[in-house]
């Protein structure tokens, strides 16, 4: 799978840390969505 910068793609959360989601997508292609991706307002504990 090909991701580009800015891209809209929908994963599995594999992972929880206190600064965001790692997230596993199609392919097994694994990254971190940080905290301050996740809404746009103020996100006290993912």
């Known amino acids: 799978m090909?991701?580009?910068v800015g891209a809209v793609v929908e994963?599995?959360?594999c992972g929880?840390?206190?600064?965001?989601?790692?997230v596993?997508?199609?392919g097994g292609l694994?990254?971190?969505v940080h905290?301050?991706?996740v809404a746009d307002h103020?996100?006290?504990d993912i």
């Open 16 to 22: 929880v840390a206190k600064f965001g989601a790692f």
């Open 35 to 37: 905290i301050s991706e």
């Open 42 to 44: 103020y996100v006290k």
């Open 11 to 13: 994963g599995i959360v």
């Open 30 to 32: 694994k990254g971190l």
């Open 24 to 26: 596993e997508l199609p």
């Open 2 to 4: 090909s991701v580009r």
